[in-house]
């Protein structure tokens, strides 16, 4: 299978900010002839992002990287519903598919609520990347974050299998979730890099990026536990909820527990 | 397949100078040792522990001690593939499924050199009888001189298979941070597997059985966290209501 990605012209110019000496320098995008080598299908995709991430910049500035940006949007989408699953499979019954649905949905709908502000932070700090490009970042950044999940997720599997605890098992998912999106916005802090050379501002799109899905987490609650309704109408700040969790979480225990 | 003994002491000799398993003339059978090497060393170990309370308990740990290793593996698989690319050391899941096989059969290796003394160890304690308790000093002395063991071996076993990974990666950081990385991913796993899959030595509550009902509720992270919540709590009565 191809992705279609036109593979650019020999002779086409390396791609990036000026590669100026010391420390901080960047070798520009498509130096290495490895950067150049086409992108074939999901599977190519995932292996892409995790071992050639300079490959997939470098196509994500290609004239036609609409193919490479829905291959990550699959990817995403098809991780994050496999992981919900097993996120799904601590409380069972409608939990199978109302987790995946809400897991894939929520970090689409934080990730759409927070590009406009990457793009015009990219923009205040003198890059001249296309909302494209942008957007293929953020994807690059959930393709990846989903695809280290899937990784825990056999891992997360035998916990849920263990633990009736809905605190506990909530836990351990926020741990493989700071850790996958640690490693997702490390891509996307490397591919702005090359669109802007310093992304301004990029510390406190993170912080807002990071607020936006915690508590995103609390608004399509529950993901890990049961309730009778697909969605709760009561506002909560996640912190609250955390706390709530914690605190009233071994009283409230049995109601949520596997049948 | 008749591995000999030199052989396989040979393949870990030049996997702990640095020589990557896969590298070796008969890689082929990389994965296939490193699992006899884990079933032995490991296996016998547990029997060891597990012969203080009675034949069968030694027969059931000496079974489930290797599983911890091999479930472990294997369960963090994916994981492990994922982390070492993205660490700056780019490996194929083979090559990291063998590598992390490899660390834990150089641990085993060295528990299963360390089966004699462990025998005389629980050679020398007292028997397990009615009057023995979980506090008993023979017990805690068995728990920890043996998962001492387990602990040591296991560190040895990664810090022995460190040259193959900075060999690979050409950088000692980037082999460092891999290796670290593997370690608590595998340690997070690895915990709650050892936990499904107690009693190892001795449970006073239940008869000897492989996995009883029971074990299979709860977190070991669960249990650490409601200890601890609890030993503060009982050090502030004041705050009770």
New interface residues.
Partial sequence: MNTNVPMPPPLQPAIGPSPGPGPGSLRPLGDDPDDRISIPGLAGTIEAM??YPRRVMFHLRAPQSGSLIGLMVLVALFCSLVYGVVVGSFSGESQYWAAPVKIAAGLFISALICLPSLYIFSCLSGSEARLMEVLGLVMGLLALMT??L??????AW??S?????IA?MGS?HLVFWAIATY?GLRFLHHGLRHLSGKPAGLRVWVLVFLLVMLQMSTAIRPIVGKSDRFLTNEKKFFIKHWMEQFDGGQAAQPSFRRP | MIVSVSAVIGRLRSVSSGIAPWDLSDHRRAIPTAIAIVVLGAGTYGAVMGAWREPLQALFTGLKLPLVILLTT???T??????A??LGL?LSLRQSLTAVLFTFALAASLLGSLVPVAIFIVWNLPPLTTTTQLGSFEYSMIQLVLVAFIAGCGVAGNVLFLPVLERQSGSRRVARRVLLCWLL?NL??GS??T??LRPFIWDPARPVEFVGPEY????F??TV?NAVRQLILEQLPLHRP
């Fill in positions: 995790l071992r695809i280290l899937i990784g825990f997720a056999p891992v035998v916990f299998q263990s633990t009736t605890s506990a351990l490693f | 294997l369960g963090n994916l994981i492990n593939a994922m982390l690319p993205l780019h991913v997070l796993l709650q597997i936990w499904v299979l509720r709860g977190s992270y669960e966290f």
